[in-house]
């Protein structure tokens, strides 16, 4: 399946959709898939179709988002702690990103014309380097897009996306770009590998689990105190899917100082230069 359904509303799902919007309609909505090993085992199929079945929902539900307005779509695709799994699930699931990122390449004039921008949150690293090619090719030629925005959490966790700022931060202190006074907590947002997206509005878990997995600690966690408030709804009783609801968000932004700035952009640049390294590989 596309990255992008063309599959059309049925009548009844068009006047859901005109239902929800009139409300307020969240712009960044982040999403733990999970599920698919059971669906593999309910379904009596392989690991590897089940995963491959959680991508095409992937592509459905990013559909939905698509129909209601939303623009900036978070999902946890693969932790760092799954490289504890057998050797040949991990394997299908690195066969099965690479596949899905050429096919995403293949069909690039589709994925330009509609703006989305692909980003990969997570330790490119720990990767094959076939897959790390592909994911870096898929970045740079959507990089400039700005309609739609998909964060791919691949090869990720929070304690590692938290002690990469911090490493970052401790570089730059030893480098004499910024000085120690310059912590702050806003300046570990911005050296996060989400510093170019708020933070989520709403996060959807589909399994009925009511815990975070190391998924957006920092982004979710930190509100409560500073910046807003979340409750926990159940959609149903069976299976639930549970949403993790902001409800409100207000974010500082780091002004006049332009030693953090001067840091910040070129953290950025340096991001984007190892993109190129990654993809001439």
């Not at 897009?145 to 490493?167: G, P």
């Not at 982004?219 to 959609?235: D, I, M, N, P, R």
């Not at 332009?258 to 230069?273: G, I, P, Q, Y």
């Amino acid at each position: 399946m596309s990255w992008i359904s063309e599959s059309s509303l049925t009548p009844f799902q068009k006047f859901c959709v005109n239902v929800i919007k009139c409300g307020p309609i969240p712009n960044h909505i982040a999403f733990i898939m999970d599920g698919n090993r059971r669906y593999a085992k309910k379904a009596r199929v392989g690991k590897a179709e089940g995963h491959s079945k959680g991508f095409d929902k992937l592509s459905e539900c990013l559909k939905w988002c698509k129909e209601l307005g939303v623009k900036e779509v978070t999902v946890y695709a693969f932790s760092i702690e799954n490289f504890k799994r057998s050797k040949d699930e991990v394997d299908g699931l690195m066969k099965l990103a690479k596949e899905k990122f050429q096919k995403l390449l293949g069909e690039k004039e589709k994925i330009m014309n509609e703006g989305v921008c692909i980003r990969i949150i997570g330790n490119l690293l720990l990767l094959p380097e076939d897959l790390r090619k592909v994911i870096a090719e898929a970045m740079l030629l959507t990089k400039d897009n700005n309609k739609a925005i998909l964060n791919v959490a691949f090869s990720y966790t929070s304690r590692d996306e938290i002690a990469t700022s911090m490493k970052t931060i401790v570089d730059g202190v030893d480098q004499q770009h910024i000085q120690i006074d310059d912590i702050s907590e806003e300046l570990i947002s911005q050296c996060l590998y989400t510093n170019m997206s708020p933070d989520p509005d709403l996060l959807v878990r589909t399994s009925g689990e009511i815990r975070l997995s190391d998924f957006l600690l920092w982004q979710f966690c930190g509100q409560s105190s500073a910046y807003g408030t979340y409750s926990v709804v159940s959609l149903n009783t069976s299976g639930a899917t549970i949403v993790l609801k902001k409800i409100e968000l207000q974010r500082e932004v780091i002004k006049g100082n332009d030693r953090v700035e001067r840091f910040l952009r070129d953290l950025r640049e340096k991001r984007f230069s190892q993109l190129e390294i990654y993809a001439k590989a």
